[in-house]
């Protein structure tokens, strides 16, 4: 498959994915029709790239739907001066939509072997305003704190008080929380210096988020409800 396929897929995959469904931020749609999804994705999964679907990325990750990464941006709402700190790397395709809407993208990933392949695919597209770091990322990213918008890519059990430290007044995240067979993804502002106000979205499936303030890995393999 050629440039122009891929171009094509992607068009389709805006069109009939996305936009049908209800996301209007132009900006959003903007960027999911410019950041080429298959460079994020394994060579075996090329052909899948652009369809209404997860994929797996190796170490029992995924890059989301197509759909989900625009409707979790488009419910931060940037205007393109923000600070915004995503929480799970994985393959970088939802930090490289970041970068085209916010000024600066901290994105933490607890796996050194996703942040490094990311951090190609940044090199390879010329995207320089993403700055990858390997930790837990349930602690967030102090160091460039605060963050006008924050996005988890996998499913906590409650929201990390970290995270909620460290969003700016005024600031948006946006986090899947639940268990293994059941999560919702819930929109949360910080409204004053102690005081949030939160709204769910829609129930999603997500792969867990581990560290201190997440699940540990066996006791998500327990879960059976």
């Not at 597209?125 to 996998?154: F, R, S």
Request: proline share 6%; aromatic share 8%.
């Amino acid at each position: 498959m050629d440039d122009k396929e891929f171009e094509k897929l992607r068009q389709e995959m805006v069109a009939t994915q996305i936009e049908r469904r209800g996301v209007r931020n132009q900006r959003v749609l903007t960027a999911m029709r410019q950041i080429p999804r298959h460079f994020f994705v394994s060579p075996r999964e090329l052909e899948q790239a652009y369809e209404d679907h997860p994929l797996p990325i190796g170490e029992g990750q995924t890059i989301s739907q197509p759909y989900i990464v625009a409707l979790m941006t488009e419910a931060l709402d940037l205007h393109g001066n923000e600070n915004v700190l995503e929480v799970g790397t994985g393959s970088g395709y939802q930090a490289a939509i970041l970068s085209m809407l916010a000024k600066t993208v901290h994105t933490v990933e607890r796996i050194p072997s996703l942040a490094e392949r990311a951090r190609l695919v940044f090199a390879r597209l010329g995207i320089e305003n993403v700055h990858v770091h390997v930790g837990d990322g349930t602690l967030g990213w102090v160091d460039a704190a605060p963050y006008q918008g924050i996005l988890v890519t996998a499913a906590a059990p409650y929201v990390p008080q970290p995270l909620l430290d460290q969003l700016d007044i005024g600031g948006k995240l946006v986090i899947p929380v639940g268990a293994r067979y059941h999560q919702d993804l819930q929109l949360w502002r910080r409204v004053a210096a102690d005081q949030y106000h939160h709204e769910t979205i829609l129930p999603v499936a997500f792969v867990p988020l581990l560290g201190e303030h997440g699940w540990n890995e066996k006791k998500w393999q327990e879960i059976d409800f």
